[in-house]
């Protein structure tokens, strides 16, 4: 009996080769794409779940109020840890690790210059105790010893294969930072999925004399504190006497209104108030959009298949007819269909297999990921493979054999199966309006991403980011002066000179820049204090970034600052209606009580930060020791002859690093890097449903017209145009385009403007938003449907009429 239903249903299957290849492509874009997004959902679900303790692992953030509103980080004063464990004896262990995103590691050489090494990531400095928290293997060496001195290191098993070539590596040295570190200990590497990306890891022992010094007076973002709960203590308790312990190490004063917070380690990778080492959160609301977006291309997927196997289903009636004659029952029926759906399911789940592995090579480097399909070892990947076949199967084939296999005899054997009731008129149409729905409703997120993309790259923010290019100054280059001037400011003259380069500056950071460094302030013989940015600048520093001076003078080009340029917003914000008003008002940064400076000039508001954020407070001052960048105004013409002699003259400078740079609008444009590959996505993913969405409005067509070719005929034959024809097979799909459409519009607009929010500047959803949406579907429906419409209008009317 199966082998009966296995021959049959292949015969049928290749009988119609046609729709049977549109359904398997169907079938496997859908499955393919929630395959891909079944990986990206486990992957970021999965962060950090591999620690063992990771239920009773916390991390010490605050929040605090200040200008802008609430506002949240992650870093604490270096002071906090020790203060912490001794007050909070629910603690089992605490440690502070202070990170560095990136840097220069030298390897010393006994003969020959020392191999260099840029990092982007992975450098902390950290205490032994961390492997009483966090779970990390060592392969060589001791961990209770491998941080407890000054000047150790431990490198992850990669990290000793770049740098010596092999993994027993203990005993060798590594410079970081001017400080040679013996390493101690190999461990294993980290994870993917983890937001603790630490390669080397050098003792905190190191540092900590300088840290000490800062105390509870210096708080930056890389600095965090983490601790282990004992098993038997209380959270809430713990958070409950938060306020006092404030209170005690940090004064009563306290008017941005800190406040500590315990954020538990299962939040840190999807809690966007807080960063993470990373510098990536993923909401619990991404997620869970990822997952309805795989749902809702699956579900499209079924429909096409329900719509082109019901399209079908009319040719196949008088065979259901025979069957039903000769003694089959309904049961046996509906078994064939669901086998022949069940069969065009596995096939289509093998191509979607293949096609996400292929996706992966490109999407991986996209995102930014290491997703992989491992069909060996992946234990749920197999389970989700197998719920999708069986989920599909039958959820495409189920209505689809019960309507086949509830043919009456008497009509299916005369091929009389034209009834609207018959074939689940209402029912199709329906499904059809979800698809519509589902296509419309991502094409509009798609045209709101886009312009609102747009929006970013055109707004005017305050400066001149083309032309622009950034070199980072070593850390520990630059402190370094001699005969009264610096390195840096040598290097700038020098530079200046080069032909191609129009003007070049010394700064802390470009005006817009991922690092922020704040403080608070208040006017000479005022009580109240505010919140501010602080830029570190010099001389050439407006002219370079075309920064509009309202009032005042620029700074002088000095080692030190003799005096203050603010933004209109600080004027504003302390009380001057005119904020060239503020001119010549002393100011006092940092709590400096009585030793304030002048405000020499005001300079027009201009973007600090992303455009998530409005703009902020700002001062600006000539202070050598903070410089840490060197912009460039370059002739782009000019700028490949013109960077290698920077190179070179920075190089003879910095001999012992490694010579980068970056164009300031790449820089910006990193701001919105997560937007823009959500973007991407979305439009992939709307390119699919869309596609998919075709294939069942081809479906339904080639259904109404096998109903309707008799009566094509007839029209044809009393003098019907092919133009009316075609008029009446549009009415029907322009009806559920807008029916889909009026279901999608509101949805959509709910769903895009809450999306919005997180944005201090953005675009409005108007009526250019939705007309798009809506003539991007009817065109594309109107098309799909033309060929196969038009071909039965121009079909021979006595054909069409002999066709019943």
Known sequence: MLRNYLITALRNLWRSKGSTTVNILGLALGVATSLVLFLIVRYHSGFDTYHSKRDRIYRVVFQSEGNQGKGYSTGVPPALPDAFRTDFPEAEHVIFTSYRAGGLVTIPQLQGEPKRFSEDKGIVYLQPEYFKIFDRTILIGDAEKGLDEPNEAMLSQSSALKYFGRTDVLGEVIVFDNQEFK??????????????PFHILLSYATIKKQKDEVGWNGI???????????????????????????????GEENPDNLAYILQPLSTIHYDERFNNYNYNTVTWQMIAAFTVIALFLILTACINFINLVTAEAVKRSKEVGIRKTLGSSRSQLIFQFLGESTLVTLVAVVLAVGLAHTSLIYLNPFLHLTLSIDLLSDGQLWIFLLLVTLTVAFLAGLYPALVVSGFKPVFAIKNQMNNKNSS???????????QFFISQFFIFGTIVLISQMNYFQKRDLGFRKDAIVTLPIPENARLGFADGSSKMRTLREQVSQVRGIELASLSNTPPSSGSVSSTNFGLAGKEEQFDTQIKAIDGNYLDLYDLTLLAGRNVSDLDTANGFIVNEKLANMVGFANATDIIGSQIELGGARGRGLPVIGVVKNFHTMSLHEPVDATIMYNRIRNYATMSLQVNQAEFPQAIKQVQTLWEQTYPEHIFSYQFLAEEVREFYEGEKRMATLLSIFTSIAIFIGCLGLFGLAAFMVNQKTKEIGVRKVLGASVESILLSFSKEYVKLILIGFALAAPLGWYVMNKWLEDFAYKIEIGPMIFLPCLGITLVIALVTVGYRSFKAAHANPAQSLRSE
């Open 183 to 196: 390493v101690t200990a190999v461990i294993d590497d980290v994870p993917t999925a983890t937001d603790f």
């Open 424 to 434: 689940g008129f209402l029912l199709r149409r329906g499904l059809v309006v979800l």
């Open 220 to 250: 930056w973002s890389d600095e965090h504190c983490y601790f282990l709960k004992k098993e038997e203590a209380s959270i809430s308790e713990m958070e409950r006497r938060l306020p006092d312990f404030f209170k005690k190490h940090q």
